[in-house]
């Protein structure tokens, strides 16, 4: 016993047993063969139908009662999965040219179920009697049933390319496949130019077989996907609805869709566009119907007036099954293993199996022809001396002493002999003997035509080719799907996604951000809006859903926010922060907020940063996919901050920008002084800053603009723009501060005034002090301003704030 037990890995033992099983799966299960294009329950549902005379000439049969006969007979797997595999056989949105007819409910394109199978009924179908056709004269082999009670054939005769006619899918163990179904005349019109000339190119064969041809129609765009699939057994293709534009009574337009993407549920479809249109992802749509009757597939997708349908289809082709990518995966079983496989090899392969299938059925139809020659040659020869054989016959004791005096006397064989004895009397008139003349003649005719065949390999391939036109000229039908060279950039408008609606947009220092409907807004007023306490505006803006916001922080990033995104919360609501929005860091902080509609060359971002350094890039560079995560605006040294960041016209070169430091200094510079660089870009140097110096402001400045200082001290200051001197850039500056030797005067912070702001306000962390701006008389450059806040009490300043 101790000699039986083997001690082995577990690992070799479990990837043996899989790889049996995968094996056993891969070519039993899910794999079609290359010859029939069958899989294996496919084949013996065909099968089963025909050795019980199921066949299309006869009347339609329970389906139930083949089922029993499959599974009892040749697959003892469960019954669903034999009646499934024949319902899919019988659907014409499936299956290019149906294998299976099917009398009752056989499911629908919407993925109901099939009615069971005690309620359907079924034949074969016309076609399917071609992949059948020939089988009781030897053409294929046979193999023994699970059970060994029976007999069933490996591969089925088929006399036309079913594995392309109707395109297989199956998924297995390390293997899938994917094959699109192609219209049949196309592909055995490919099969006869191969046979002529195997040597064929892929694409001299494509100019018979234009693509895949899918029973719902469709079209399919991208030849060179084809071609690759058609070369390698790999590649993809778009499949796009075919849709019409239609126009209604009341003005409005409606978009018709007569025909889907192979395999998509149509109901789901449906549903997944009315989703879109209540969700308000698509704006324009107002009802979606599903119209298909008994006369074809039809869904009506009305719209608004004046909106542009291709936009809205458009959508639809980007966010719906209206169009969808299919991957050819070519795989089938060729000489029992899978292979990938491209249209030459498949072409290959069937064409070899066709000569094998025809030479058998020849050597058949030649053994019975050479048989029933045989037994005429007998019956003339029997004919000639009539009266002796009868004789004979007459005085033997039995049919086994009369067969074994014809043989001892005329040499007769024992089949002749079997004919002579078993001959009625009526075949004895004169016409049958003629008859049997003519019939010798027939069939040395008949033989000769066969043994031509087999000793003549051309004259077999022409028999090949005959049959083939004539199984073309019979199941011929047109293209369904329309083939495309190119696949379609798909472009949406904007105004298709987002309705457009004017609304009101905040952004406060902390970093709340929210849009607002007009009507809260002015029911609530500007005052009103909700804020956290030592928190303050920093921008209020009217602007559309359809438009883009860009947040900028201090750590040289940005925010792209488009507006539609924004929560709609009331005026007196707090808002979102942004980081609920778009995750940033903890210590981030806002610095500025610009609303675009379209993102040109004609603007300009200029970014400075606390250590001196400016960058300035278009605003195209700044337009993204990306709405999930922070973008890079500038790229920064370890330590540095951005301070300010401004938009400006491009072409305005002569537009100044400003900078003040923390000690004082003040440098004005045109835009012009400022290169094009990219968004990674670290920029250049705005100002050359003394040690331990830093930017506290930067922004552009006009001759009506005027200055409003703050120092750490609590006083304020306030200085017109004749004050400043225009410079080159990177320069030291003018100094703006009277220089003290006991606690000098430093800038903490700073802020242009427009002539719309009127009041001032500066903050500390436990108070805050406002006032009007222009109670902060004008100041000469060597000047400290006037104290306005005592530092002992309110406490440190830290930011001064303007509006």
């Excluded at 597939?297 to 169009?323: C, G, M, P």
Aim: aromatic share 6%.
């Amino acid at each position: 016993m101790s000699e039986i037990i083997q001690n082995l890995p577990l690992e070799d033992v479990l990837g043996d047993r899989f790889g049996r099983y995968s094996k056993y799966i891969i070519q039993e299960r899910a794999l079609p063969d290359v010859r029939d294009g069958l899989k294996p329950v496919q084949r013996r549902i065909l099968f089963s139908m025909y050795s019980s005379g199921n066949t299309f000439d006869k009347s339609f049969r329970k389906s139930a009662k083949t089922v029993g006969d499959v599974i009892g007979q040749l697959h003892p797997h469960g019954d669903s999965s034999v009646y499934d595999a024949m319902v899919r056989l019988s659907q014409d949105w499936k299956l290019r040219h149906v294998l299976v007819e099917m009398h009752g409910n056989n499911g629908s394109i919407d993925n109901d179920p099939p009615a069971a199978m005690r309620y359907t009924e079924a034949k074969l179908s016309l076609v399917s009697e071609q992949l059948l056709r020939d089988l009781n004269k030897n053409t294929v082999d046979y193999v023994p049933n699970y059970d060994d009670t029976e007999m069933e054939p490996m591969v089925l005769p088929a006399r036309f390319p079913n594995l392309l006619v109707n395109g297989s899918t199956g998924i297995s163990a390390g293997y899938a496949t994917d094959i699109p179904p192609h219209n049949l005349a196309e592909v055995i019109t490919a099969t006869l130019k191969y046979i002529d000339n195997p040597d064929l190119s892929v694409k001299q064969l494509m100019k018979y077989v234009k693509g895949p041809d899918f029973p719902t129609g469709g079209i399919v765009q991208g030849i060179d996907g084809i071609q690759k699939a058609y070369e390698s057994g790999k590649g993809k293709v778009v499949i796009r609805a075919k849709a019409d534009e239609e126009s209604l009574r009341n003005g409005r337009k409606q978009i018709i869709v007569t025909e889907i993407p192979y395999e998509v549920n149509k109901s789901n479809l449906v549903k997944k566009i009315d989703e879109l249109r209540a969700d308000k992802k698509v704006d324009g749509i107002v009802e979606v119907r599903d119209e298909t009757d008994r006369s074809g597939l039809r869904i009506a997708i009305e719209v608004k007036k004046d909106v542009n349908t291709t936009s809205i289809l458009n959508f639809l082709y980007k966010n719906t099954d209206l169009q969808v990518a299919y991957n050819f995966n070519m795989v089938a079983i060729s000489e029992g293993r899978p292979k990938l496989m491209g249209i030459k090899a498949i072409l290959d392969s069937y064409v070899n199996h066709q000569i094998e299938v025809v030479s058998r059925r020849t050597q058949y139809d030649l053994a019975n022809a050479e048989e029933r020659m045989h037994i005429v040659e007998g019956l003339m020869k029997a004919l000639s001396v009539l009266d002796e054989v009868i004789a004979i016959i007459r005085n033997s004791k039995n049919k086994r002493d009369a067969k074994d005096n014809l043989v001892a006397e005329f040499n007769f064989t024992d089949a002749q002999a079997e004919a002579i004895v078993m001959l009625q009397l009526y075949r004895l008139t004169n016409t049958d003997i003629v008859a049997l003349q003519d019939e010798h003649n027939e069939l040395k005719t008949k033989i000769d035509g066969l043994r031509h065949i087999l000793d003549n390999h051309q004259a077999l391939l022409d028999v090949i080719k005959d049959e083939l036109h004539e199984i073309k000229k019979q199941f011929k039908s047109p293209r369904l799907s329309v083939i495309e060279a190119n696949i379609t950039e798909i472009k949406i408008d904007k105004e298709v996604i987002v309705p457009s609606e004017t609304v009101m947009l905040s952004l406060t220092y902390d970093g709340y951000i929210k849009r607002t409907s007009l009507r809260s807004y002015n029911a609530s007023g500007e005052e009103d809006i909700g804020l956290k306490d030592n928190d303050y505006v920093l921008k209020i803006l009217e602007v559309n859903t359809q438009d883009t916001a860009l947040v900028f922080t201090n750590k040289g990033r940005y925010l792209y926010i488009p507006v539609h995104k924004l929560a709609d919360i009331k005026w007196k609501d707090l808002g979102q922060h942004v980081s609920q929005i778009v995750p940033i860091d903890e210590d981030e902080q806002v610095l500025s907020c610009f609303v675009l509609r379209q993102f040109t060359d004609k603007e300009v971002i200029v970014t400075t940063t606390r250590n001196g350094m400016i960058k300035k890039s278009v605003l195209a560079n700044f337009k993204s996919t990306r709405i999930n995560k922070p973008l890079v605006a500038m790229k920064l040294k370890q330590g540095d901050e951005v301070v300010s960041v401004v938009k400006l016209n491009a072409d305005d070169e002569s537009s100044l920008i400003t900078l003040l430091t923390h000690t004082g200094m003040s440098l004005t510079y045109p835009q012009a002084e400022l290169p094009d660089t990219g968004l990674r870009a670290m920029g250049v140097k705005a100002i050359n800053l003394k040690d331990q110096d830093c930017v506290v402001m930067a922004g552009t400045i006009q001759p009506t603009d005027t200055i409003l200082i703050a120092t750490q001290r609590g006083a304020l200051k306030r200085i017109s723009y004749q004050v400043l001197q225009i410079a080159k850039r990177a320069q030291r500056g003018i100094t703006l501060l009277k220089e003290l030797k006991k606690q000098p005067h430093r800038i903490v912070d700073a802020k242009i005034c427009r002539q719309d702001d009127t009041k001032y306000r500066i903050t500390s962390e436990q108070n805050s002090h406002e006032g009007q701006i222009k109670e902060i008389h004008l100041s000469e450059q060597y000047t400290n301003g006037s104290f306005v806040v005592d530092t002992q009490t309110f406490g440190d300043i830290q930011q001064l704030h303007v509006y």
